[in-house]
């Protein structure tokens, strides 16, 4: 469950895995935490695009893996299974949405909007895993969950297009 109040603790500032888990600061916004996460790993997605396919899935696996790393340690050490603030998790959710989305800033809206839609409303699957997977993974996977489905919409827009 997310932090209702999300507020940034000092160690944000001050350690590594707090500030990448935190999105570069990005979640340490008050307001909105997960949108101005989502936000901050846009530029991202446009590296990540000019990479080739495999490249670009190499960069998700490995940021899903350190992210359930990063995810876990810093609940752990906040006491809190899924603070608003961590947003490391927003931006692989992204990241995966954008996978096979054409390139161009229309495609990249279409992702953000769509991905962050399903990160907010939760249908089944995303709400169940939010409910009762803990830890590193289960902070993950509901953003996987929410990006694997915004992808799935806008690959059919694609090519209803």
């Known amino acids: 469950m997310t932090d209702p109040q999300p507020h940034a603790p000092a160690s944000v500032w001050r350690n590594p895995i707090h500030f990448l888990a935190f999105g570069f600061g990005s979640g340490a916004i008050p307001k909105a935490p997960g949108t101005w996460g989502t936000l901050a790993a846009v530029p ?76 907010i409303w939760k249908p089944w699957p995303i709400g169940w895993v939010d409910r009762r997977v803990g830890g590193g993974f289960g902070i993950m996977l509901d953003d996987l969950l929410a990006g694997l489905m915004a992808l799935l919409v806008l690959l059919a827009a694609e090519l209803l297009i």
Do not use: N
């Open 44 to 119: 991202f997605v446009l590296i990540w695009q000019q990479l080739p396919l495999a490249g670009y899935v190499l960069v998700l696996v490995f940021a899903t893996l350190l992210g359930i790393w990063l995810c876990d340690r810093t609940a752990k050490d906040m006491g809190v299974h899924d603070h608003g603030g961590i947003v490391w998790d927003e931006f692989v959710g992204l990241w995966l949405t954008m996978l096979l989305a054409p390139p161009g800033w229309l495609w990249l809206l279409a992702g953000f909007a769509l991905f962050r839609l399903f990160d």
